[in-house]
């Protein structure tokens, strides 16, 4: 998942559609791939762990020694912020053997096009763009794709993120002229993702009836190559009525 700009919401929707895709069945695995930033364990509350992905990429840990199993049933292969020694080209060979049996492999990239960012995506067959619905967020996003397309990996679309279906922001049509990719999902800015943050639990499982997670959920189903669902009328009644004060 890359955005190029920071902030755009790679980190929350990379554990949000981790854990949808959980909950449809897949078996996944989310790579903390922002090693400047490390911070997908915090989104699950996985506190400090003896090994991390960094000890992978310096070779003095086997990667299955550094890979928690969440109790939200994703797996996290967290990175430490605190120790990164630049080891990020050897992510790829660290992490392959291991990648086999998943369904899904999900990472999270920093922010940017540099060293960091190439190694998250050399390391993926396909990238998800994030972004906001704001010129320059879009601006940077293009300069992610370039990147990924720089490398020939897949684009598998456009997430919008934190929109608010303000009259400032861009609209799809404008949006899929300047970056020239389908928006496969638009998730709403909400206080609930926020909560779900200070919690330590991820929207979808925190609120699973908000209309947040029923937007990242649609977006799990799409990469799957299905249909989002049509939710119930009481399932949509309870997210109408939980969605009183959206900001
Ligand atoms: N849909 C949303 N609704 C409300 N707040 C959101 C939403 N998505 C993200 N946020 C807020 O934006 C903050 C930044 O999101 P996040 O850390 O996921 O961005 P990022 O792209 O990973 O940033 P970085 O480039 O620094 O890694 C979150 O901590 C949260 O407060
Ligand atoms: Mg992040």
Redesign the pocket.
Known sequence: MV?G??????????ANLGVALSNQGEDVLIIDG?FT?A?IAQHFGVGFQDVSLNDVLEGDAYITQAVAKHPEGVSILPASVLEFNGQEQNLKHSIVDFLGDKDFVLI?A??GTDDEVQAAIETSDEVLL?SHPELPALTNTLGAKKLAEEMDREILGLVM???RDEKSEVEHEDIKELVDEEIIGE????????EG?ALRKPVVSYKPDSR?SYAIEDVAHTLKGREPPKRPLQKRLKMRLQDVSPI
């Open positions: 955005s700009k920071g902030g755009a919401g790679k980190t929350t929707l990379t922002n930033g911070n999270d920093a922010a994030v993120n934190m929109v998730v709403p800015e909400h206080k609930h993702v926020r943050i947040a």
